[in-house]
Structure formats: structure tokens, C-alpha cells
């Protein structure tokens, strides 16, 4: 029996929901307004791990509930030299951020968790991309941080934005350091029986 | 003294000009109309960069000659088991490019050549980046190729579209394989006196 779902985003970022418009999809957001800073693990893979389930679950377990919806929530955070680092506190905070992250390598983690509100079943994983920043010069990164955009980032850096220059290569999925990887969710949605391309408005 | 420069794009792929869009710059595009087939070098890496060239060149040594224009021309191909593939002829080129592709690994090579149009001094570079694809199935892949997506792009392939499912990951520059590199175009602006940040929109 062939049975049609609908794709729902938990997270309000549109560099996400971009993601999935672009390759294809025409997810409904749903952000689950939870406190994420309620988790606080020490391991970063089960931290953002925890708090992309906290994000997916909180929003099945709503208004969805029963419903043919699969839900699917992420949390993304920069691992540099064993710290976890999110979103910088304000500018200065930004500028500190590159003048260490520059010449340097990071992990971008994102968690990704996939719940079937129909069924009540959860899959999720997190996929880890190497980040091999460049070397901006102090002007450059001066220049970066007057835009705005590292303030609203996870890890004070885009890769589909205006920081793309000062970062030389990743090792992984692309997406992932945008915010979402497609080929794991591909793969999450397998395993709930949803092959991805149904999802394709 | 500071020169305001205006960025040229010889180039007629919306990847491309959305990857410059996105990441701040609002380039003019100038479309080259060589006859890409005039180059046929044995060598993948010379390929590539004497269209990009070629691009570049012609664009440049036109009306913008003398200008204040860095012009930039890129050509992007695959190369897979030592054959350098450009767009697919056919949907069935396509479906048999991708039974062959998954599960393997391919390099994607994008020249990149930038001229100043005021001075007609040329600097310029291939990126390579390792592609891994994934394994779709045979429906999967009939779906992609239905879709039409993989007829208009280099490799039959999409990092930021539809095929991003079907990508495992890549080692380097996520922008070289959607046709341009971003941290490679700052490199080569730096060349010729020009930084990257001054080309912001």
C-alpha cells in the first residue's frame, strides 16, 4: 500500500528549510519552541544528538500526533579543540571566533532525528563534516562580522553565505555543515519505509 | 588608492551566479558564446582551464576591455575512471551515467581563470574536488532523471539540488563542484590586488 506523507521541518532555520526546497522537497515547518539549553550533555555527539530528539519529538507528540507526518529535527554545533560552540554571543565574540578558527580544522556536527508521528517510531543519527577553515586576514574578518551573518550561525560561519571564501574544504556531506545532511536523512526515512523521493513536491 | 571593481561572470549557469548572489557579490553577467568544443585537450586539469580561459578572454578583451571588470570564467566537468564527462546527451546517457556513478568516487574539476579587463592581466587555477556518490536504486535513479535536473549540469549531478540525497560527501570545496570555488576566486582576486571583501554588494 502506497501511502503519502508529508514532510515536516522542526527547526526555524531557514538555511534548513532552503536545503530541502532545493532539493526538491516542500516541507511544513513546525518549530517546537523548546528550551534547548534544557540539555546540556557532556559529549557533543549526544548533546546535539539530544537536543535534535527534543526538537522532533516535541513537535510529533503535538497537534501531529497520529497523523501521516514524519518529522524531522536537527541541532548543529561546531566542535573546535573539544569545545562545542554554537551561535557567538555578539560581535566581539564573532571576531575572537575567527581570529582562532582561522589556518585551523573543526568538526560540524549535526544531530538529526526522524520520528514517524503515525507510528510513533524514532530513528536518528549524527553526521560529523571536517571544516577546514581559511585564513582571513583581520580586515577581512572585520569586514565578515560587520555583515551580521556570523551572528546568526552556529559556529559563527556559513557555508552557503559570505564566510563561503574563508573556508577552504570540508570532508563529508555540505549539507550537514549548512545545517542538514540529505544523504542521512535519505537514509532515516529508509529506515522508517519512506523512500525519499516520494517526498518530492 | 582605492578602485571600486565590478565583478564580471562569463558565465551562463544560474548555479554559478547564485553561489556569487548568495555569498554577497552581484555580479554582471556577460555570456562568453564560445564554441566549447573548439577545446579538446588530452589532459583533464589543461581541459578545463583552457575553456575557462577561453570564457574569460573573450569576455574580457570585448566591450568590458579597458574597464574596470575583474572578469571571472569557470567550465566544470567529472572525471570518472579516467574519462572527463561533461552534460549527459539524453535521459538514457543520464540513467546509465548514474548506474555507473553510485557506490564510486569522482573528481570534479572546475577551471576558473579571472582577467582584469583594465590592466588584461589573467591569473587563474583548477580546483578538484572529490566526489563520493552514494548508491541510489534503479528507481531512485529513474525518479532523478525523470526529474530532468541531471540533463543541464556537468556530471549529470547536483550537489544543491535534487541529487544532494544521492551524495555521500566530498573532500574540498563544496562550491567547485556546484561550478565555482569560492575560496579559490579569493585567492586569485588577492593576485591581482583585489580583495574579496571589496566586491561585496
Given at each position: 500500500m502506497f501511502v503519502s506523507r508529508r514532510l515536516v521541518l522542526?527547526?526555524?532555520?531557514?538555511?534548513?528549510?532552503?536545503?530541502?526546497?532545493?532539493?526538491?522537497?516542500?516541507?511544513?515547518?513546525?518549530?517546537?519552541?523548546?528550551?534547548?539549553?534544557?540539555?546540556?550533555?557532556?559529549?557533543?555527539?549526544e548533546h546535539v544528538q539530544a537536543v535534535a530528539e527534543l526538537k522532533a519529538l516535541t513537535v510529533a507528540k503535538g497537534d501531529l500526533a497520529?497523523?501521516?507526518?514524519?518529522?524531522?529535527?536537527?541541532d548543529s554545533m561546531l566542535l573546535l579543540d573539544g569545545e562545542l560552540l554554537g551561535k557567538p554571543a555578539d560581535e566581539a565574540d564573532a571576531v575572537a571566533r575567527w581570529h582562532r578558527?582561522?589556518?585551523?580544522?573543526?568538526?560540524?556536527?549535526?544531530?538529526?532525528?526522524?520520528?514517524?508521528?503515525?507510528?510513533?517510531q524514532v530513528v536518528?543519527?549524527?553526521?560529523d563534516t571536517v571544516v577546514r577553515f581559511g585564513a582571513p586576514s583581520d580586515a577581512e574578518i572585520d569586514a565578515y562580522v560587520a555583515t551580521g551573518e556570523p551572528l546568526r550561525v552556529a559556529g559563527a560561519f556559513t557555508l552557503d553565505g559570505r564566510s563561503a571564501p574563508f573556508v577552504d574544504g570540508i570532508e563529508g556531506d555540505a549539507?550537514?555543515?549548512?545545517?542538514?545532511?540529505?544523504?542521512?536523512?535519505?537514509?532515516?526515512?529508509?529506515?522508517l519505509g519512506v523512500e525519499v523521493t516520494s517526498l518530492w513536491r
Open positions: 522542526a527547526s526555524a532555520s531557514p538555511a534548513r528549510l532552503r536545503l530541502l526546497r532545493d532539493a526538491g522537497f516542500n516541507p511544513t515547518v513546525v518549530v517546537s519552541g523548546v528550551d534547548e539549553s534544557s540539555v546540556d550533555l557532556a559529549d557533543p555527539w497520529g497523523s501521516d507526518s514524519v518529522v524531522v529535527g536537527c578558527m582561522r589556518g585551523r580544522t573543526g568538526v560540524l556536527l549535526t544531530g538529526h532525528c526522524v520520528v514517524d508521528a503515525a507510528t510513533g536518528q543519527q549524527v553526521a549539507g550537514n555543515v549548512i545545517g542538514l545532511s540529505l544523504p542521512l536523512l535519505r537514509r532515516l526515512l529508509a529506515e
